[in-house]
């Protein structure tokens, strides 16, 4: 049995981890300030004999003991992270300053939930790890995808200077369960107006794409990459290769719930990237990992999902 932190563990992601850890048998320490995290993502680990929960925010030190750590503390959503953009940078770079401090003290290992956001708008398509991305350094979604790169960058570097034992995640674009109603993104969007019968907000044209991973095969992903040998860093992409358009979603949306919802056009966000696709072939060698769930599956229980938490006003 180890010890584990989690930080950003009252997230989306962070739940289904710190559930997943309790699993195999683990005590999970679960950091978070709860700036996007929410007590009912968690609600059902509190009286869990292994499970502890710390109110923290991790652009500040922490001294605590643990055998591992998973970094997963950052606002994720376009609305989220660009509400304070340079708590947004703090939280990626000094937040991975601490931790990998902590994980050098303690000479442990270190995961860092890293996104596919380091590839920014792709000029090369399917994404692999060696692209080096193209990213507007000053524009308004730089606060997230600079951040995530500088924390990259830090992470290479206590490794290389410091010997401290890491694995970078780039993450794609994942759904399911415990994703906030509120959080903007694309799929919690338009479910929520699907099921309400309000337009279907699709910005642009909707001829954008995204490569949409349910939460398990993620979480699979993410451990998997944990238990790998010490030569094992990443970054590893993860991600489901099914890639949508945003109008091939909406229409999808709306025969799952058989909602009665137009579709209206909106302005596209500025730098919104026109595609993403994970090159996973990185995954599927050193990970032996495949997505499962296919976009259809996922979709119908995260609609299911929403329809438990709207009913609960
Ligand atoms: P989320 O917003 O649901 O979770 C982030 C958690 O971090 C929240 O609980 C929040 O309260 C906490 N947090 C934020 N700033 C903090 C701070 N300074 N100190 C302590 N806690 C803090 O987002 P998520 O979707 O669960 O994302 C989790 C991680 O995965 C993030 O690092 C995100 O960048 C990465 N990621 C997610 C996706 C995705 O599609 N969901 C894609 C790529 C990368
Ligand atoms: N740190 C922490 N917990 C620890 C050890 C370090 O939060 O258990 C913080 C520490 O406050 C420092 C950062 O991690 O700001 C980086 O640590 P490192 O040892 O690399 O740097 P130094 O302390 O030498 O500046
Ligand atoms: N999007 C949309 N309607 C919405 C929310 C988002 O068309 O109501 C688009 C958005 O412009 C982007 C895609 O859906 O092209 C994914 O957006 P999301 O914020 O979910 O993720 P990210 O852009 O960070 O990949």
């Known amino acids: 049995m180890k010890r584990i932190l989690v930080t950003g563990g009252a997230g989306f992601l962070g739940s289904h981890l710190c559930q997943r850890l309790l699993q195999e048998g683990h005590e999970v320490l ?39 750590i ?14 304070d953009p340079v708590q947004t940078t703090k939280t990626s770079v000094m937040g991975a300053i601490n931790m990998l401090g902590l ?41 997230y995808d600079e951040g995530k790169r500088c924390a990259e960058t830090l992470f290479f ?36 107006q699907a099921l309400r019968n309000e337009p279907i907000t699709i910005y642009g044209d909707g001829s954008q794409t995204r490569s949409f991973c349910y939460v398990s095969d993620l979480i699979e992903g993410m451990y998997g990459l944990m238990q790998t040998s010490k030569e094992i860093t990443g970054p590893i992409n993860v991600g489901n290769p099914t890639e949508t358009t945003m109008l091939e979603l909406a229409q999808l949306i709306l025969e799952l719930t058989g909602s009665k919802s137009q579709l209206v ?18 995954a599927a060698e050193f990970l032996n990992w495949k997505a499962q769930v296919d976009l259809k599956a996922g979709l119908e229980k995260t609609i299911a999902y929403f329809e438990k938490v709207m009913g609960q006003g």
């Open 70 to 83: 998973y970094n997963l503390a950052c606002p994720a959503s376009p609305v989220h992270y660009q509400f």
């Open 103 to 143: 994980a050098k003290r303690l000479k442990i290992k270190i995961l860092q939930a890293s996104t596919s956001e380091v590839y920014g708008d792709p000029g090369v398509h399917p994404q692999p790890e060696s692209y080096w991305g193209n990213v507007n350094p000053i524009g308004p979604r730089a606060c």
């Open 157 to 192: 570097d206590y490794h290389r200077q410091h010997g401290v034992e890491i694995k970078v995640i780039r993450i794609f674009n994942t759904y399911g369960p415990n994703m906030q109603p509120n959080d903007g993104r694309v799929i919690s969007n338009f479910i929520l």
């Open 30 to 68: 679960c950091v978070d300030n709860f700036f996007t995290g929410r007590r009912q993502n968690i609600h059902s680990m509190l009286d869990h004999p292994n499970f502890e929960m710390l109110r923290h925010d991790i652009t500040f030190p922490l001294f605590v003991e643990v055998d591992e």
């Open 265 to 282: 056009f909106k302005n596209l966000p500025q730098d919104d990237p026109k595609q993403r696709n994970p090159d996973i072939r990185q």
